[in-house]
């Protein structure tokens, strides 16, 4: 069955940066693009940015456009997410996601970013 693990959150200074990772089992990765989104507390969750199934495009939320940079690797089958120029703001949930899959999630990350 699809599985998404989440990875790569924790305390992160304003101004500074982390980077998430997502591994992917039970399809064929590379077939697929792979989105990231992200819920807040008391929010409803977002999308932040997604690649196409080769790498080549790759789409962002304005709130986060020249910031993160989503990127993957078909070989090891995952997707990352540099998020760099933290914001207080970006805290959340961050979660990856198969595009056009069915409505399969992962556990999510933890992201948190704080002073």
């Known amino acids: 069955q699809v599985q998404l693990v989440e990875s790569g959150g924790g305390l992160g200074q304003p101004g500074g940066s982390l980077r998430l990772s997502c591994a992917a089992s039970g399809f064929v990765f590379g077939r697929y693009a792979m989105s990231w989104y992200r819920q807040a507390p008391g929010n409803e969750r977002e999308f932040v940015a997604r690649?196409?199934?080769?790498?080549?495009?790759?789409n962002y939320a304005d709130s986060v456009k020249g910031r993160f940079t989503i990127s993957r690797s078909n070989a090891e089958s995952t997707v990352d997410l540099q998020m760099n120029s933290l914001k207080p703001e970006d805290t959340a949930v961050y979660y990856c996601?198969?595009?056009?899959?069915?409505?399969?999630w992962g556990q999510g990350t933890q992201v948190t970013v704080s002073s």
């Open positions: 690649i196409s199934s080769a790498g080549g495009v790759t």
């Open positions: 996601r198969v595009v056009g899959l069915g409505d399969y």
